[in-house]
T-cell receptor, first 115, second 112 residues
Framework: GAVVSQHPSRVICKSGTSVKIECRSL??????MFWYRQFPKKSLMLMAT?????????EQGVEKDKFLINHASLTLSTLTVTSAHPEDSSFYIC???????????FGPGTRLTVT | DQQVKQNSPSLSVQEGRISILNCDYT??????FLWYKKYPAEGPTFLIS?????DKNEDGRFTVFLNKSAKHLSLHIVPSQPGDSAVYFC???????????FGTGTRLKVLA
């Protein structure tokens, strides 16, 4: 099946710094990608929809200036957590839709820890 | 407002027995439902799906049942195996969108 990769898988950063997370579709093109966040023992929460060649669409309550999304090509979307704070520590997961209506392929996730 | 709910945070089942995971939703616009399986520190992997035009979909050991009037779906795993131990998320979407709303997950533990 289709593969989505994320890099890095784990990152620790200091409070106030910015962190970039990459999401790549390895063997297919994705004009749309999704970014999710998962808190411990909580649901996956959709943060934003990344659109190739246009601005990302953010869900209600998600700060677009804090979580910068860039969909630079048909195989790459990046999420930059700017001026990170400890409360931004979380598991961030991206996904890309497949050919079928219901298909969505998830990346392995990135564990962000802000100290 | 949690539109998709999984009220059981955890479930333990003996190997070989049936596992039943439940999910409730509130939005009547949802017409496609999926179950994902997730291991720690990994992304979710697709397990099985069901469209609102059906009330049952079966794939090997996994069967999903949909009760539209009750806005309830369930995932049956039989026979359960230790390798099935994971967190299971149900997700729902409305027609024409890839946006899925996830439940909070149920941690299944299959005991050998």
């Amino acid at each position: 099946g289709a593969v989505v990769s994320q890099h890095p898988s784990r990152v620790i950063c200091k409070s106030g710094t910015s962190v970039k997370i990459e999401c790549r579709s390895l063997d297919f093109q994705a004009t749309t990608m999704f970014w999710y966040r998962q808190f411990p023992k909580k649901s996956l929460m959709l943060m934003a929809t990344s659109n190739e060649g246009s601005k990302a669409t953010y869900e209600q309550g998600v700060e677009k200036d804090k979580f910068l999304i860039n969909h630079a090509s048909l195989t790459l979307s990046t999420l930059t957590v700017t001026s990170a704070h400890p409360e931004d520590s979380s598991f961030y997961i991206c996904s890309a839709p497949g050919d079928q209506t219901y298909e969505q392929y998830f990346g392995p996730g990135t564990r962000l820890t802000v100290t | 407002d949690q539109q998709v709910k999984q009220n059981s945070p955890s479930l333990s089942v003996q190997e070989g027995r049936i596992s039943i995971l439940n999910c409730d939703y509130t939005n009547s616009m949802f017409d496609y439902f999926l179950w994902y399986k997730k291991y720690p520190a990994e992304g979710p992997t697709f397990l099985i799906s069901i469209s609102s035009i059906k009330d049952k979909n079966e794939d090997g050991r996994f069967t999903v049942f949909l009760n539209k009037s009750a806005k309830h779906l369930s995932l049956h795993i039989v026979p359960s195996q230790p390798g099935d131990s994971a967190v299971y998320f149900c997700a729902a979407s409305a027609r024409g969108t890839y946006k899925y709303i996830f439940g909070t997950g149920t941690r299944l533990k299959v005991l050998a």
